[in-house]
């Protein structure tokens, strides 16, 4: 199986939509996306993501399915340094390093700040929840930390079925984290994608019916490089590079 995660291309926050250079993005990951054999495809319901993957959908004759979970992972809190009420990320490093739960991937909910927005947790298992059905539904249902393939539907062209995610850089990084079995917050934290980017995630099955899911790409841009497009900035706090 493999998942690939889309990032929403940049984004006009004030009408839910793209900018100008975000339909641009939308519009070249479409020539990249085109050219994949993908199985299914699944969108959050927001319109910043749905307006990035109708291109896609359009040059495939496909539609996506609309999950409610793959919303972008909005629970606000307060920021203790600045005072910022917003996403539960972009915290300052002085404060997140010092916080021991926030490193804990059973646990990192539990932290003060977190326990300010109890939906913080019912948000997390929804997230792991909706795509752990998911998963069962194509032969790879939990077991533990990893998955058990039961009755695998793969594709007859790739020998694996590919999903397609379009959605958020909160959400992605919540569901890497459930896959690979770390804290969301030292994804948050720690990682950049992109608007428009693409995550690869593959799941390795060696032996035994058990399969593990093991990221190849994480916010690739190829697409934007090949049209000379730069990398939008969005939701990052330095120079983004672009090569």
Known sequence: MRLIFIRHAEPDYDIDGLTPKGEREAGFLSERVATWKVDHFYSSPLGRAKATAAPSLQKLSQKATICEWL???YYPVTDPLTGR??????LMPEYFTKEPLFYDK?????????????EIETGWRDVCNGLDRLLAGYGYSRDGACYKVTSAIDNPETGEPNLVFFCHLGVTCVMLAHLIGVSPVMLWQGSYLAPSSVTIVNAEKQMHDISYFRIQTLGNTAHLLAHDEPVSGYGAFSPVFHG
């Open 71 to 73: 919303k972008e992972f």
């Open 106 to 118: 059973d646990n990192w909910f539990r932290a003060p700040l977190y326990r300010t927005n109890p």
């Open 85 to 90: 009420f917003g996403v539960p990320w972009d």
